[in-house]
């Protein structure tokens, strides 16, 4: 064999193996995730009675969708019962949506919840139902783009993270993006951009003598008027009636009183825990459904507080299985439950030992795991040879 086929050969060798802890890690995160989203989704029964839920798993079915149409989506029971096999597109989370299976956008019928009278007149709809994100409107994943994709909390599309005007800002630096679009729409927000991560690359908050001021004041004023117009409630009694349930009031509005607001220029980037620094005064309320986010103040809007209820029902589970088994041990008779408790210990340890063995940069092949196996099936075989009973002993 000559030099060139002896190193073709050991790259291929090489191509063949895994960093076994990089592999278990990025095997864990993928599960971990696709838990956390379907989780807090996951029901035998189709949402659509419950509404325009605060948040669920969706999947825009391209199959049942005449040509020319934007898809509509389904929950996560409709997905599995009503389109399997069907050609998806994974939405991940959207709020305050319901379910459009049996809908006049889909063409199949729904077998979980037939009888749906009322069309989903509130639902929104956005190029992420055709498979499509980012201002670039590729699809994901994108075989010519592997860049990052973040989602605004705001309009919910998902955009590349060169596209925002940022290529290395860190996950763990931020909570939640805004993209450019809603930023610039959302008048309030330049009242609270010392709560933006500042990074010369992801956003500039105009300075000096060049900067345009955001009139609070008149901000202030329109929603105040709009408030008034719409519940005939002068705006001094709402908020008295608001600062006798603990809300702020106008007196110290947040908005009213920020120091020195300035334009927010590009995408903006939120530290954890700013949607509570928001004001919740009435006047600043009406503002948020004026400009379209009354969720904003919501707490249980966030992603997080959805991922928290799929940890929640996790947990649950895993404590129902443990019992399950404690149950299940406790019917066996005492040589089979002590063999069985004994066999997951001896694997539980000796598992842990093989991974121990694969430290650093080591990698494990396909061989390794074989033998890892077949050693553990030959030091059984012994172990019964030694005289330890078998499960049907009595």
Excluded at 77 to 96: A, F, G, I, S
Excluded at 277 to 291: F, N
């Amino acid at each position: 064999m000559s030099e060139s086929e002896g190193n073709s050969f050991n790259e291929n060798e090489e191509d063949q193996v895994v960093g076994l802890v990089e592999y278990i890690n990025d095997q864990n995160a993928e599960i971990e995730q696709a838990n956390l989203i379907l989780e807090a989704s996951e029901s035998d029964s189709c949402t659509y009675s419950q509404g325009y839920m605060n948040r669920q798993a969706l999947y825009a079915c391209l199959t049942c969708t005449e040509k020319d149409k934007l898809p509509g989506a389904v929950c996560l029971p409709c997905m599995y019962q009503c389109h399997e096999d069907h050609d998806l597109v994974e939405l991940w989370t959207k709020r305050n949506y319901r379910c459009d299976c049996g809908s006049d956008k889909l063409t199949s019928e729904c077998q979980l919840e037939p009888l749906k009278p009322e069309a989903n007149d509130r639902n929104i709809y956005n190029q992420n139902f055709k498979g499509l994100y980012c201002i670039c409107q590729r699809p994901y994943p994108d075989p010519e783009n592997t860049d990052e994709m973040i989602q605004c909390i705001v309009c919910e599309d998902w955009f590349h993270s060169k596209h925002l005007g940022t290529k290395d800002m860190n996950p763990d630096d931020y909570s939640e993006m805004i993209c450019s679009d809603c930023t610039s729409k959302l008048s309030f927000l330049p009242a609270y951009n010392h709560l933006i991560v500042t990074d010369d690359s992801v956003q500039k908050i105009e300075k000096g003598d060049e900067s345009e001021d955001i009139d609070v004041v008149d901000i202030v004023k329109d929603s105040q008027d709009n408030a008034e117009n719409e519940l005939n409630v002068a705006p001094k009694d709402k908020i008295s009636e608001n600062a006798k349930a603990g809300t702020s009031s106008e007196e110290n509005c947040k908005l009213l009183n920020a120091k020195d607001p300035k334009k927010i220029i590009g995408s903006s980037f939120w530290v954890e825990g700013w949607r509570q620094q928001l004001c919740t005064c009435s006047t600043c309320i009406e503002l948020y459904k004026k400009e379209g986010v009354p969720f904003i103040v919501d707490q249980q809007d966030t992603l997080q507080a959805y991922e928290n209820k799929s940890r929640e029902r996790m947990m649950a589970k895993e404590k129902q299985s443990e019992d399950g088994l404690s149950k299940a041990l406790s019917s066996m008779d005492r040589v089979a439950a002590v063999e069985l408790a004994h066999q997951y210990n001896q694997f539980k340890e000796e598992l842990g030992e093989w991974l121990g063995s694969f430290k650093g940069d080591k990698v494990v092949k396909v061989e390794d795991v074989q033998e890892f196996f077949s050693g553990m099936q030959a030091r059984k075989r012994a172990r019964m040879d030694d005289g330890i009973p078998p499960s049907f002993c009595r």
